[in-house]
Nanobody
């Protein structure tokens, strides 16, 4: 069964960093487009950053400044989201998704709270 499972969320102080993990199973992450999204309560889910099968990093509008970056460990079939210089506005549920031949597979998300 194909699935992605996020982890690593939690409470972080403003200015801090956090790394989220997305473990893929049932498929090979490196052969598919992997993306991170986030959703703030009351707002639409928005794309943050992606990593395609050619190792190109896709930066979406609003996230081009470099605070968020994506990487992958092929041996662990895991994709990471590194988040730096976090602010309270980054508080959201972060989701990992896999685009597998046009079919989107979502994880359940992990909550990131940025607060002092």
């Amino acid at each position: 069964q194909m699935q992605v499972v996020e982890s690593g969320g939690g409470l972080v102080q403003p200015g801090g960093s956090l790394r989220l993990s997305c473990v893929a199973s049932g498929f090979t992450a490196s052969e598919n487009l992997m993306q991170w999204f986030r959703q703030v309560p009351g707002k639409e889910r928005e794309p943050v950053v992606g990593l395609d099968a050619g190792n190109s990093i896709l930066r979406y509008r609003g996230f081009t400044g470099g605070r968020f970056t994506v990487s992958r460990d092929n041996a662990k079939n895991t994709v990471y989201l590194q988040m730096n210089s976090l602010s309270p506005e980054d508080t959201a549920v972060y989701y990992c998704s896999a685009n597998i031949r046009g079919n989107i597979l979502w994880g359940r998300g992990t909550l990131v709270t940025v607060s002092s």
